[in-house]
């Protein structure tokens, strides 16, 4: 078992398989956050560790293989809330294999926006997480070619409270997996679309308990 501590507060959550060991996503904080990329051998001893910073705070939530590189999202130049955040921009990063940053885009859906999920097909990427403008809260899709240029975006639903699950990526079509928090209680979520975005089908499956 290893320990390793960056900052004030560190919080791993995503990782990939690298060469025997591993590529962990993050976000550590002093002040305000920033993304945290570290590189475990097989060992689980570091062999490098990369913060990603700029304007505000800026969190790691996804990470993704392609060939040699690797894809990271998250949020970034948000402010931290008690009520979860405000003008969070979605965030996709493209990172060679040594942590070095070949590019990065920023995407503004709703007004306030996460990458938390990663799925490369065929020669484009598909993103998936959650977005608010501010009365509620939606999942979104969104669908970039291989240099993170969105050709489609679409986002589903729209609750007071709402956590993402993931994408599965199908042969004819994509689900997307979250929950919802109403009067009743959570809810799962699981939404089935096309490869252009469109629903083909909508459950809902409530939770007595968790």
Do not use: Q
């Not at 590529?23 to 550590?28: A, K, R, Y």
């Amino acid at each position: 078992m290893r320990s390793y501590k960056f900052e004030k507060e560190t919080v791993p959550t995503a990782g990939v398989a690298v060469n025997g060991g591993a590529m962990l996503i993050g976000s550590v904080r002093n002040e305000h956050y920033k993304i945290i990329l570290l590189k475990l051998d097989g060992k689980e001893e570091l062999e490098w560790v990369k913060f990603y910073g700029g304007k505000n705070g800026w969190e790691g939530h996804s990470i993704s293989k392609v060939n040699n590189s690797y894809l990271i999202g998250g949020a970034v130049e948000g402010n931290t809330t008690p009520a979860g955040g405000k003008n969070w921009k979605a965030y996709l990063a493209k990172i060679e294999e040594n942590g070095g940053k070949v590019w990065e885009r920023k995407y503004r859906i709703l007004g306030n926006e996460c990458v938390y999920s990663i799925v490369p097909v065929e020669d484009d990427i598909l993103l998936g997480g959650k977005v608010s403008d501010g009365s509620g809260r939606s999942f979104f899709l969104m669908k970039t070619n291989e240099s993170s240029e969105p050709l489609w975006t679409k986002t589903y639903g729209k609750w007071e409270n709402a956590v993402f699950g993931g994408i599965v990526s199908m042969n004819d079509s994509i689900m997307l997996i979250g929950s919802s928090k109403n009067r009743n209680g959570w809810k799962i979520h699981l939404t089935r679309v096309d490869k252009e975005g469109g629903v083909f089908s909508f459950t809902p499956c409530y939770l007595n308990s968790i």
